[in-house]
């Protein structure tokens, strides 16, 4: 006669304790301000030639947080903007900085040699790393994320070797383990992305 | 009071309702929606239809979003091949999730569209009063022109 209150009382506890875990679970994982992916597929990996001079391997990255974009350091807006926002990022992760790694492909070989898009992201922030590579190597990476290119966009006014592209301007965020997370769009804020690198470093 | 004196009270009261408490309501009632995602999908069998020569978008070259009402952007891939949905490319049986958090018109560079954009504009939550009335007046003819 006393096991039936027993097992229910039981069952009644190992319910909360399910209910308290989920919840817990719940709150516990913040959602990403960046547009994510569900599931997350592993981030297409690729060998580009690294703007410090050696061979750069998206899949070097693992154990840190990845902000990939992809551009040209003739941009006249878009680019400088977005790479402003990453290094306004990682000053405000502190620390916690040294594991995240933003890692810009260049979307205009012609123009970007390794040097120059060292120098270029410098300005922002010296541990920014640039990649550059052949363009079937670009083109190959840029159809694996989904970026867009236009053709050569000449402005009269401009020499012909002033030209300007118009590209994809998201940035992708590749969580520790290679995991291809989420997209961050042009206009979000240093601090939507300092949020996002905080809870992937987090997992 | 006589039955028809009665019928007139109740019929003043139920037009009075209607006349003020229900812009009342209109004008101050909360926003809110079952959902806050505005749902979008790539059926399966879509690439399949391409190739046979059918055209379509997939996605409307402008989407309409509001604070606080349908913030969050779902696109689902329910086909058996990646697709190119708006800005991201999306697997097969993969879902992106983009949440809004300010009002404002993004662009975002899309092949699929002959202007080569997706727009998206996301409009402040509708304030207390008169801009909360005539969204919901807005809501509620687009409602009926669907139907």
């Given amino acids: 006669m006393t096991r039936r209150p027993a097992l229910a009382s039981g069952a009644l506890l190992a319910s909360l304790l399910l209910v308290f875990g989920m919840v817990a679970e719940a709150a516990g994982t913040p959602e990403l301000r960046a547009g994510a992916f569900d599931p997350p597929r592993a981030a297409p990996d690729f060998a580009l030639k690294g703007s410090n001079g050696s061979e750069l391997k998206l899949s070097r ?25 990453l290094a306004d990022a990682k000053k405000r992760l502190a620390a916690a900085g040294s594991n995240f790694e933003v890692v810009y492909v260049t979307v205009d070989p012609e123009r970007d040699t390794p040097e120059r898009l060292k120098s270029f992201l410098a300005a922002f922030d010296p541990t920014f790393i640039g990649a550059t590579g052949t363009p079937q190597q670009l083109a190959e990476v840029r159809k694996a994320y989904g970026i867009t290119l236009s053709e050569k966009i000449f402005v009269e006014t401009l020499p012909k070797s002033d030209y300007l592209l118009d590209h994809s301007s998201s940035v992708y965020l590749v969580d520790r383990t290679g995991q291809l997370r989420g997209m961050m769009p042009f206009g979000a804020s240093a601090g939507d992305m300092e949020h996002d690198v905080r809870v992937l470093l987090s997992k | 009071m006589t039955p028809s004196h009665r019928l007139r009270y109740v019929l003043a009261i139920l037009a009075g309702i209607a006349v003020v408490g229900v812009p009342a309501w209109a004008a101050f009632a909360p926003v809110a929606a079952d959902t806050r995602e505005a749902v979008y999908e790539i059926p399966k069998g879509t690439f399949a239809r391409r190739q046979a020569g059918a055209k379509f978008d997939l996605i409307p070259s402008e989407i309409r979003l509001t604070m606080g009402v349908k913030d969050v952007l779902v696109m689902k891939n329910h086909d058996d091949v990646p697709h190119l949905f708006g800005p991201v490319l999306i697997m097969p049986d993969q879902s992106f999730r983009l949440p809004f958090r300010k009002a404002s018109t993004y662009l975002f560079t899309c092949p699929l569209h002959s202007s080569g954009l997706l727009t998206i504009v996301v409009e402040p939550e509708p304030e207390l009063g008169w801009k909360r009335l005539r969204w919901r007046t807005a809501a509620a003819a687009q409602l009926a022109a669907a139907l």
Avoid: I, N, Q
């Fill in chain 1, 61 to 85: 990255y693992r154990g840190k947080v990845v902000a990939l974009g992809f551009g040209y350091t003739h941009c006249p807006g878009v680019c400088p903007t977005t790479l402003a926002l």
